[in-house]
């Protein structure tokens, strides 16, 4: 049961540290997209702030048949190169001679057919934030993405001073959901071959173990939920949606280990 214990708050330890020592050599800081109405096209920018340790490569992904589509790195037109199939819509230029820091200055210009209703994007890279806007006015924002994120917006004005804003739920809750799942499952499965092979009271000291290792894993996802809200790394709304939830889970599983507890005793 030891060793079932380590073995979750190992998993659990690298989850909550995935986002921040697996990351790769380029993330993205900010893309500003600006989407404007011409004669015959729709005219789109994408300027990209980037954090970039080492590359050699820029990975791009643009939607449909782009017409004219051009890769500026600070202003100077960047040859690029379309994946095979074409079909994949991603197009790569080589930085390796060029001196790319958090500072230079990437843009994307192309142009989309003017009966174009949305604009999609697939990240390929992890994004802190995205905003678009559509003849001048902001249509969304959002932040907190992943590699191979997608969305899709429709090109359409809101209300003045309405704006689409997403936040995604960062990575690292995902993997604690996921461990969760796993600790029940094994739980049930200890307690299943528990009481199949010990008597009562040996099943239920086992039961008590393992909600006091269940206590304690909740007791630590809150402790790095407030440490994320204390850097901002999430936002109020979602600070107190996991607090609530986790909260409550580490309140029944104490109050079932006081029970346990006394029957063991």
């Not at 990437?106 to 890279?125: C, G, M, N, P, R």
Request: glycine share 4%.
């Amino acid at each position: 049961m030891k060793k079932i214990s380590i073995t979750i708050f190992a998993l659990v330890w690298v989850l909550m540290s995935f986002n921040v020592v697996c990351g790769q050599e380029i993330s993205i800081d900010s893309i500003d997209v600006e989407i404007t109405t011409t004669e015959n096209f729709l005219s789109i920018v994408e300027t990209y702030s980037i954090d970039v340790d080492s590359s050699e490569i820029l990975s791009f992904w643009v939607q449909d048949d782009p017409i004219s589509l051009n890769i500026l790195i600070d202003g100077v037109t960047t040859n690029y190169n379309t994946a095979l199939p074409s079909s994949s819509n991603k197009y790569f230029c080589n930085i390796s001679d060029l001196n790319v820091t958090t500072d230079t200055n990437i843009q994307v210009l192309y142009l989309l057919d003017e009966d174009t209703s949305e604009f999609e994007k697939i990240l390929q890279y992890n994004t802190s934030f995205i905003s678009i806007s559509f003849d001048g006015a902001e249509i969304y924002k959002g932040s907190n993405f992943y590699f191979g994120n997608s969305l899709t917006v429709a090109l359409q004005k809101l209300p003045q001073g309405e704006t689409v804003t997403v936040e995604s739920i960062p990575m690292w809750v995902y993997g604690v959901i996921v461990i969760l799942i796993i600790f029940l499952l094994v739980s049930f499965l200890f307690r299943s071959k528990k009481q199949k092979t010990t008597k009562s009271k040996e099943s239920v000291g086992g039961s008590v173990e393992l909600l006091s290792t269940k206590k304690a894993l909740l007791m630590e996802v809150l402790k790095d939920i407030e440490k994320k809200h204390r850097a901002n790394e999430i936002s109020d709304n979602t600070y107190h949606k996991l607090k609530d939830k986790y909260k409550q889970e580490a309140v029944e599983a104490m109050r079932q280990l006081d029970d346990m507890e006394s029957k063991v005793r």
